[in-house]
């Protein structure tokens, strides 16, 4: 709670609620109260990244029903029909970035998805050689990360933003 507090939930009060729903969104500063209810009801997967034991960061993942916005988006089409797990969100403290936080939350996250019994991973990072980002818009993270951890791009998203998969 007090990493995403320190920077106001997170995008403006998102706390990472965003990709859980596929209605119409605000922002909201209910949404730590909706994230806290959908953790104790085990609907949330995530992992943090911690500097000694201050929380750093913090990789989003779940299986594909957990997180079912990128299934609504018009230019989405799914590359697999099976089961499958998606990585939706990245943060890192202002103050962390460009420290490898966002590298070893992923490398976590792979780590905790396999354990829950994940075959197939699915992300939607963005193409930073075709689109420039500020650090603080990197919340899909940059497609270089994924590449580096094996996963090879499977479509389009638009707009400097592909879908990338790897088999774990």
């Known amino acids: 709670m007090k990493l995403f507090e320190k920077h106001g939930g997170v995008w403006g009060g998102c706390w990472c609620t965003f990709f859980h729903f596929t209605g119409p969104w605000k922002e909201s500063k209910r949404n730590k109260n909706v994230k806290k209810r959908l953790v104790l009801n085990h609907c949330a997967h995530g992992v943090l990244v911690y500097n000694e034991k201050v929380p750093v960061g913090w990789v989003q993942f779940g299986p594909r029903g957990e997180l079912p916005r990128i299934d609504a988006m018009k230019d989405y089409k799914p590359s697999s029909r099976g089961r499958f797990w998606r990585i939706t969100c990245f943060f890192v403290d202002k103050d962390h970035r460009g420290r490898g936080v966002a590298k070893e939350g992923l490398r976590a996250a792979l780590i905790a ?17 075709k689109q420039k980002c500020s650090p603080s818009t990197l919340y899909k ?5 994924f590449e580096r ?7 389009d998203l638009g707009r400097g933003r592909v879908v990338v998969q790897k088999r774990l």
Request: hydrophobic share 40%.
């Open 113 to 129: 998805m396999r354990r829950h019994g994940a075959r197939l991973v699915e992300a939607y990072p963005i193409d930073t050689r």
């Open 141 to 145: 993270g940059p497609l270089e990360l």
């Open 149 to 155: 951890f094996g996963f090879k791009k499977v479509g």
